[in-house]
């Protein structure tokens, strides 16, 4: 069974990749521009899941690897266009140089990391989370402070056609970005690698004793994740075509922590639940802010507290109504279902109580 996990994982893939196909091809610009980018946060969110989830390694830092990715594929997509490389190929090697330089301060963070427990770690990756995006701040000649760098981004081929709207196209890109980067967690997560890391997140003395190098294992699965977040920050700059430090501030990581709880911690289904509920739940509070409240200084501020205050009271919803998140009440709810059908299967199987004894004859009487 082991050896069908690929295979189905493709097939599975290659369904997803043609519904996407039909979904975009339905969506106004702007729907388009909103499932791009929650295709981009959740090959973040799932790689955080697999190292929060999976491997108990608790991150607040992802937030700063993704800009690493962004600032990475900003620079070096305009490399490219300083010397007018016009091809599709060009983006594709912008975000390999992202997922290699995010992956890279993930192994530096990792080796860190690795010694640390709890409060530590959580620290030690706050303190990234605040660190690196100030430095495109500092370094003005380099990254241009606040203001950030644009993006260059070559066209939609022009076989799609001359009017094929950019953000049908980016949502194209972001959405295959997205399905490889969980078809790779899916398969590293369903087979030795992935028992190996919850057998370091559920007891490390156990794991040692087994045989498990834990500090590696744990080494890895923070490269690995932060190669994942490197491309979905790689896959934002290419869809709002700049990169700032206000785009990845504090506030990213933990809305990124938050989405992987609220969708499901330690299931990759869970941090697409999430990903959605990042781009959704602020769209809906600037929709209520804008029709409930006229003032435009309170509606300024609260374009940013209030998504972040809904989403924090959703956390609270959600751990106290199902612990599992939203995919653990799915699966709950599927499980209810699939019982009550083989109930009733069963009910209906039980053979009919068998018909009386007939009476004996009664005997005659002489």
């Given at each position: 069974m082991r050896h069908w996990t690929l295979p189905r994982h493709l097939a599975?893939?290659?369904?997803?990749?043609?519904?996407?196909?039909?979904?975009?091809?339905?969506?106004?610009?702007?729907?388009?521009?909103?499932?791009?980018?929650?295709?981009?946060?959740?090959?973040?969110?799932a790689?955080?899941?697999?190292?929060?989830?999976?491997?108990?390694?608790?991150?607040?830092?992802?937030?700063?690897?993704?800009?690493?990715?962004?600032?990475?594929?900003?620079?070096?997509?305009n490399k490219f266009g300083a010397h007018n490389v016009l091809?599709?190929?060009a983006l594709l090697a912008s975000l390999a140089a992202g997922v290699c330089v995010a992956a890279v301060a993930g192994a530096v963070i990792g080796v860190a990391a690795a010694r640390l427990r709890g409060p530590y770690l959580?620290?030690?990756?706050?303190?990234?989370?605040?660190a690196v995006p100030s430095i495109g701040s500092l370094w003005n000649g380099l990254f241009h402070g606040d203001q950030g760098l644009s993006v260059?981004?070559?066209?939609?081929?022009?076989?799609?056609g001359e009017s094929f709207p950019l953000e049908r196209w980016q949502a194209w890109l972001?959405?295959?970005?997205?399905?490889?980067?969980?078809?790779?967690?899916?398969?590293?997560?369903?087979?030795?690698?992935?028992?190996?890391?919850?057998?370091?997140?559920?007891?490390?003395i156990a794991a040692r004793l087994g045989g498990i190098n834990v500090a590696k294992v744990q080494v890895i699965a923070f490269v690995v994740s932060a190669a994942c977040a490197g491309l979905g920050g790689g896959m934002l700059a290419v869809l709002a075509q700049s990169v700032s430090p206000g785009a990845f501030a504090f506030t990213?990581?933990?809305?990124?922590?938050?989405?992987?709880?609220?969708?499901?911690?330690?299931?990759?289904?869970?941090a697409v639940w999430g990903s959605i509920l990042l781009v959704l739940l602020p769209w809906l509070a600037d929709t209520a802010t804008s029709s409930l409240i006229h003032s435009p200084a309170a509606q300024q501020r609260l374009a940013g507290n209030l998504?972040?205050?809904?989403?924090?009271?959703?956390?609270?919803?959600?751990?106290?109504?199902a612990p599992g998140g939203i995919q653990g009440l799915l699966n709950r709810a599927a499980r209810w279902v699939r019982g009550r059908r083989d109930g009733r299967g069963a009910h209906r199987a039980e053979p009919s109580a068998p018909d009386a004894e007939p009476h004996a004859p009664v005997a005659s009487r002489t």
């Open positions: 599975i893939l290659l369904v997803a990749a043609a519904v996407m196909l039909g979904v975009t091809a339905g969506l106004d610009p702007f729907r388009d521009y909103q499932l791009a980018t929650a295709a981009a946060y959740l090959c973040a969110a790689g955080l899941t697999m190292l929060a989830g999976q491997n108990g390694q608790l991150s607040l830092g992802h937030g700063a690897l993704m800009a690493i990715g962004g600032y990475t594929v900003a620079m070096v997509q091809t599709q190929w959580a620290g030690l990756t706050l303190v990234v989370a605040v260059y981004l070559v066209p939609a081929p022009a076989a799609l972001a959405l295959i970005a997205a399905l490889v980067t969980m078809l790779v967690l899916g398969n590293l997560t369903s087979g030795q690698f992935g028992r190996t890391l919850r057998a370091v997140r559920d007891d490390e990213l990581s933990l809305n990124l922590l938050l989405a992987v709880v609220v969708g499901g911690l330690g299931s990759l289904t869970g998504p972040l205050a809904v989403f924090g009271l959703l956390l609270v919803v959600v751990m106290i109504a």
